[in-house]
């Protein structure tokens, strides 16, 4: 017997990266990974930056998203992301990139909770770079 699907959306605001049927999304929560399948209880949650594992046919495709919001319903999730790339065209060197300019923006933080908002982004950066 195959496993239900849930409907799955990564949207940014450049374009909509993915529309498609999965077994299970797994998504980089606030608090977390999460993995999200049909008939999950229905939920909003921020998103950190981190990769999204979608298992599909029994394989895994990956993006890698900057950070957002998701959207879960029993039949549905929607990623709504500030920005998204499918893994296979992630550039290290734009993420270095990332990484460096999250470091100037901790460094000229102007109170303490921009500093500690950039610091965790800083964070989860080095540790998807770290993960590829």
């Not at 999304?25 to 939920?43: C, E, K, N």
């Not at 298992?55 to 990623?79: M, N, T």
């Not at 499918?86 to 100037?104: K, V």
């Not at 109170?111 to 080095?126: G, H, K, N, V, Y």
Request: aromatic share 4%; net charge negative; no cysteine.
């Amino acid at each position: 017997m195959a496993a239900e699907l849930i409907q799955f959306d990564i949207v940014s605001p450049e374009r909509v990266l993915i529309t498609s049927r999965a077994e299970m999304v797994t998504i980089p929560g606030s608090d977390g990974y999460m993995g999200i399948m049909a008939g999950h209880l229905p939920l909003i949650t921020t998103l950190k930056p981190g990769m999204i594992n979608v298992l599909k046919e029994g394989k895994d495709e990956r993006y890698f998203i900057q950070g957002g919001f998701a959207e879960v319903s029993a039949s549905k999730l929607v990623v709504l992301a500030d920005d998204a790339t499918p893994y296979s065209e992630l550039s290290l060197d734009a993420l270095d990139q990332q990484i460096h300019d999250a470091e100037e923006i901790v460094a000229g933080a102007q109170s303490e909770s921009e500093r500690t908002r950039a610091a965790r982004q800083l964070d989860e950066l080095r540790l998807v770079r770290a993960g590829l």
